[in-house]
T-cell receptor, first 113, second 112 residues
Framework: GQQLNQSPQSMFIQEGEDVSMNCTSS?????WLWYKQDPGEGPVLLIA?????ELTSNGRLTAQFGITRKDSFLNISASIPSDVGIYFC?????????????FGKGITLSVRP | DAGITQSPRHKVTETGTPVTLRCHQT?????MYWYRQDPGHGLRLIHY???????DKGEVSDGYSVSRSKTEDFLLTLESATSSQTSVYFC???????????FGDGTRLSIL
């Protein structure tokens, strides 16, 4: 089946630094989504991307839909302690089957004050 | 926040007992989903529903059944719980097949 690759599993950065994380696949996706999960809570949608090449921002977050449709990246600028959490990418297949999102395994981000 | 309530939030039970988890939404969304989240595996789809009484299997459906008798409620049942079903279970909803899914806060289930 389709797989989304997120690596590394964990990232450690200093407060104030920028961080970039990417998500790759051998399959083409029609939609890319980025979620963040805080401990004890469900994933929360950060950014949704619907078109190859699309670049979308949400505050200090910027995400891009790769032009090959096989990858996406998320950038966080000027990190703060509350950015700590697990960041998941998710892709929806070209058939429009958002009912079967494929998720990456997530990257755990730690921010040192 | 999307109006999604999962109950119970925590449950401990014994192997072989039946368990039902409930997902309740106030958004009137058509699509509802059940996932499990395990270390090293991320989120995996168990079952989903595309309308009242319309459900389909996900990638890890064995040992689970679902029911949706009303738009707002989606139930996940473990007929005879096993220790391998110890996990955190998330419900998600979406308005249409093309809209992003929004998640509840999860149910932590431990089967001893």
């Amino acid at each position: 089946g389709q797989q989304l690759n997120q690596s590394p599993q964990s990232m450690f950065i200093q407060e104030g630094e920028d961080v970039s994380m990417n998500c790759t696949s051998s399959s083409i996706f029609n939609t890319w989504l980025w979620y963040k999960q805080d401990p004890g809570e469900g994933p929360v949608l950060l950014i949704a991307l619907y078109k190859a090449g699309e670049l979308t921002s949400n505050g200090r977050l910027t995400a891009q839909f790769g032009i090959t449709r096989k990858d996406s990246f998320l950038n966080i600028s000027a990190s703060i302690p509350s950015d700590v959490g697990i960041y998941f990418c998710a892709g929806a297949l070209p058939t429009g089957a958002n009912s079967k999102l494929t998720f990456g395994k997530g990257i755990t981000l730690s921010v040192r004050p | 926040d999307a109006g999604i309530t999962q109950s119970p939030r925590h449950k401990v039970t014994e192997t072989g007992t039946p368990v039902t988890l409930r997902c309740h939404q106030t958004e009137n969304h058509r699509y509802m989903y059940w996932y499990r989240q395990d270390p090293g595996h991320g989120l995996r789809l168990i079952h989903y529903s595309y309308g009242v009484k319309d459900t389909d299997k996900g990638e890890v459906s064995d040992g689970y059944s679902v029911s949706r008798s009303k738009t707002e409620d989606f139930l996940l049942t473990l007929e005879s719980a096993t220790s391998s079903q110890t996990s955190v279970y998330f419900c998600a909803i979406s308005a249409t097949v093309d809209q992003p899914q929004h998640f509840g806060d999860g149910t932590r289930l431990s089967i001893l």
